[in-house]
C-alpha cells in the first residue's frame, strides 16, 4: 500500500490513512506492507533549499524549512504520544540536513550526493511519522529504512534498482516482520548503493519502491493510494470531465504513465507486470471505490480508446542530410550520440533525409546539438508537448486515426507515430495548443453516446 504526498498532507490525512491501513490489516486479515511519500511540499521544499544553497545562501536555505518540521510536528502531537520522540529525531534530522546544506554551499562532496542526501530526509521522515501514528492506533507497525531494501546503482536522482539485490534484501528484511504479524512502513523515493550511499529513483519514484517491494514480496497487490479515484481519461487538471478507468492492461499503463499520465511513475509497471501482481489506483478520500485495476487480462469493450495522455515540456530535434539517401549506418550514429549523453529519445520518425526525434530531458542539449552537426544541418524547437491516445487493440481498429486528425485539423500536428506495441497513437502539438486538443479529444471518444462510439469503432 503506497501513499502519496497528498495522503499525508496534515493531521487529517494520516487519519484516513489509518483507517484505510486498519481496514485491510483487520477487516480483511491481510499483511500489508507501506509505502509513503514525503508529506507534500516536502521533496519540493527541500529542492528549493538546496538551490538556495546552491547560490551561496546556507543559512536563508535552512531558515526555509522551518515550517515543514513544524509541520511533522504538529501531526505527532496531534496523533500520537511519541511526540517527545519525534522531537528529538526532527531535531536531529535538522541538524544534519543544515551540515549538509553548509557543505552543499561550500562544494565540500558531490552536488548530486548532497541533494539525494537532503532530499531523501523528507521519506525518511514521513515514514517514521507514521509508523508512530498507526502505533497510536494499535496497529503494529515498524519503521524499516528503505534503504536497507531498494539496493540501486550510483546514479544520484535517477537511480536504478539492482532487481536482484533489491529482492533478495527485501526479503532479508521484511520476511520476519510480515510473518510476525508487523506491518513495515517504509519511506518511498529512496534507495542506497550496495555500499549504502543513499540514492533516490527520480520525481515520483515512491510508486516505483512499493511496485518493486511488491514483485520482492510477491504481494497479492500492489495499491497506489493517491487523491483522484484512479487513473482517469485524461488529466483532470485539463479536462473537468476526465472519469475514471476500471480496469487497464499493463501496457495501456506503462504507456500512459510514461507518456505523462503524472497518477503513475513510470517505471512503476515493469515489475509488478514480471510477476503478474495486479496494481490497483485508489483515491484515499474515497477508500470505497473500487479505482483503477491494471493487470494483465484486456477488457474487450467496442471503446478502444481508454485514455490520452499528455507530456509538455518537449523539445524536437531534426537532422537533415542527403547522406542518408540509401545509406546505412546513419540512425546508428545519430543514436549513439544520444547514446553517449545518456538521453532518452521519446518518439522518432524518419523521412528520406530528414530524422526528427523528441526529448524530455534537455540538459545535454548543446553537446549533443554539436555533435549532431558533424551528421547534417540541426533544428530544434522547444515548447513542444506529446499526446499519447492509448487503448488496446488501437492499431487493428479502422477509422481511429481519421476520428483524431480531424478534430485537430486546424492545429499543426508532427512526429505522428502508431506505437510499436499496438497500443497507442502519440503525436506532438505546439504547447500552447495542448489543452485544447486534449479537450477536443476527450470529447471525441469519452463524451458522445457511448453506443456510438461503439457503432463507429466497429464500423
Ligand atoms: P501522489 O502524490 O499521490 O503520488 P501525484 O500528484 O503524483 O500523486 O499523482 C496524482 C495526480 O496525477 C492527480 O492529482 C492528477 O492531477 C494527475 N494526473 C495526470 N494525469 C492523470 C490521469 N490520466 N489520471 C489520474 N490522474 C492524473
Ligand atoms: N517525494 C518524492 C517526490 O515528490 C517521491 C514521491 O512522492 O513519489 O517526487
Ligand atoms: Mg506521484
Known sequence: MKFGGTSVEDSPAF??????????????????????????????????????ATTGDPEGAIHSLEPQWERHLAVAQALTRES????????????????????????????????????????????????????????????????RCIITNGEHGRAEPLQSETSRRTRAELDSLIVAEKIPVLGGFVGATVDGTTTTLGRGGSDYTAALLGAALAANEVQIWT?????????????????????????EAAELAYFGAKVLHPKT?????????????????????AGTIVCSDTELSPRTVKAIAHKTGITIVQVTSAR???AYGFLHAIFEVFNRHRTAIDIVTTSEVSVSLSLDDTSKLTAIVNELKQLGAVRVEHNQAIICIVGEGLRATPGIAARIFNCLSDINVSLISHGASSVNVTFVVEEKNVRTAISRLHATFFEHNAAEIGEAAVA
Open 227 to 251: 487523491d483522484v479515484t484512479g487513473v482517469l481519461t485524461a488529466d483532470p487538471r485539463l479536462v473537468s470531465q476526465a472519469r475514471t478507468i476500471t480496469r487497464l492492461s499493463y501496457a
Open 324 to 326: 542518408m539517401l540509401g
Open 84 to 147: 517527545a520522540a519525534i522531537r528529538v529525531l526532527l531535531q536531529t534530522a535538522k541538524q544534519e540536513i543544515s551540515d549538509l546544506l553548509r557543505a552543499t554551499a561550500a562544494e565540500t562532496m558531490p552536488r548530486p550526493l548532497l541533494q539525494d542526501l537532503i532530499v531523501s530526509y523528507g521519506e525518511r521522515l514521513s515514514a517514521a511519522l507514521l509508523a508512530a501514528v498507526l502505533r497510536q492506533a494499535s496497529l503494529p507497525a515498524q519503521h524499516v529504512d528503505a534503504r
Open 269 to 289: 509497471i515493469q515489475p509488478a507486470m514480471e510477476q503478474r501482481i495486479p496494481v490497483r489506483i485508489c483515491n484515499a478520500r474515497e477508500p470505497a471505490a
Open 15 to 52: 487519519e484516513r490513512l489509518v483507517k484505510i491501513v486498519r481496514n485491510v490489516h483487520t477487516l480483511k486479515a491481510s499483511c500489508p506492507v507501506v509505502v509513503v511519500s514525503a508529506m507534500s511540499g516536502v521533496t519540493n521544499a527541500l529542492l528549493a533549499s538546496v538551490g538556495q
